[in-house]
Structures are given as C-alpha cells and as structure tokens.
C-alpha cells in the first residue's frame, strides 16, 4: 500500500479496511477512533472560547484546546505507524528458512516484529488515554451545547484504549520473552481498567449518559 492511510478519504479508509488486506486493522482503526476523540474534545474546548458566558475558564479551555490537538496529532501518525508494524512482522514471515542460521535470522526477526506490533498499539493505548481528563473538563465546565461531543469523545477514548489493548495482547501471545510478556500485559490491565473506570465516572456528570 504505497499511500498512507492518514492522507485518504474517509471514503477510501472505509473501503481499504473492508477490503482483504490484512492491514489496515483493528491497531489503526482505534488510533483513527482516538484521533476523532482528541478532535472532539479539542472542538468543545474551542466552541467555548469567546463566549463571555465561559470567560472564567477561557484560559483553561484554550490549554485543553492546545493538549488535544497535539494527542490528535500523534494519534494520527499512529494509524500509518501500526500497519507498518504489522507489515514489518509480514516482511520477516517472508524471509528465508532454508539452513539453520536462516532460520534463526528468521525467528529474530519475526520475534523482533511482534515486539513492535505489540509497543505501537500500546502507545496508542497510552495516548487515548490522556483524552479523559480533557473530556471531563470540557463537559463540566465547557460549552454546554456541545456536552454530547464531549461524551462521545470520552467514548472514543474507551475505544481507542481496549482496542488498542487488545492488539497488544494477541501479539503478546507469540512473543517467547517472558519478561516482555509479563511487563507488558500489566502495563495494558491498568490502561484497560483506568479507561472502563473513568468512562464511567463521566458519564455520570451528565443525565444523558448516568443511567447507562
């Protein structure tokens, strides 16, 4: 795939994720998820600058507005920068296996990629998971014509963080560093468990969301 994903349509992503290549997956579908949910929240930050209704957290939105977009920035590199891990873990499935330091080479290289595989979405991960407290502070005290942006961007974030999650963890499963493994798998449990929490905790700031 010589064009990047981050500079297609909408359209055009849509069509290439449906299609049969095995890239781009469910790693760049969470970072282009958590990218909208930084946009979001950086929208709402925006849409209450200027208003003199909001002048006492002027200052505080336009630093929230500033945090998103540089979350919203990194994340949308990701979307390229995951398939390319998986492309690299392709690459070494590839090479030559015919004599024993061919092999070895081999397994080096495949080990080496799904470490990678595994380190890109979980920085993703980690990124979503700054869009929380941005989301929280744009719907208690941002806009609140736009609360349910911000709701959605809390969501996006959920997403982001269990699915990028989740493609750390199936990577982690063919990877034979136990050490890896180990630190890794923790590190995803309390992104994981942060995000379903915090989720929760800003859905009940509003009555759109609290019975859910």
Do not use: C, H, W
Not at 111 to 126: D, H, I, S, T
Not at 137 to 152: K, M, Q, S, Y
């Amino acid at each position: 795939m010589s064009e990047m994903l981050k500079e297609m349509s909408v359209e055009q992503f849509i069509d290439v994720t449906a299609s049969d290549a095995p890239a781009p997956g469910g790693g760049s579908v969470s970072a282009l998820i958590g990218a909208l949910g930084a946009a979001l929240a950086g929208m709402v930050a925006g849409l209450t600058i200027g208003k003199k209704k909001y002048a006492g957290v002027e200052e505080e939105m336009k630093t929230l507005a500033a945090q998103a977009e540089e979350i919203r920035k990194e994340l949308v590199e990701a979307i390229d920068r995951d398939s390319s891990s998986f492309n690299e873990f392709m690459a070494a499935m590839g090479m030559p296996k015919d004599t024993e330091e061919e092999k070895a080479a081999r397994t080096r290289a495949m080990q080496n990629g799904l470490k990678n595989a595994a380190k890109v979405p979980y920085a993703v991960a980690e990124t979503a998971a700054k869009i929380f407290p941005l989301a929280r502070a744009v719907i208690e005290r941002g806009n609140t014509n736009a609360v349910t942006d911000g709701l959605v961007a809390a969501m996006s974030a959920r997403t982001a963080v269990i699915g990028a999650g989740l493609n750390v963890k199936i990577n982690l499963g063919s990877i034979k560093d136990e050490a890896f493994v180990k630190e890794y798998s923790e590190k995803v449990k309390v992104l994981e468990t942060q995000a379903i929490a915090q989720e929760k905790e800003i859905f009940a700031l509003s009555e759109l969301t609290n019975q859910l």
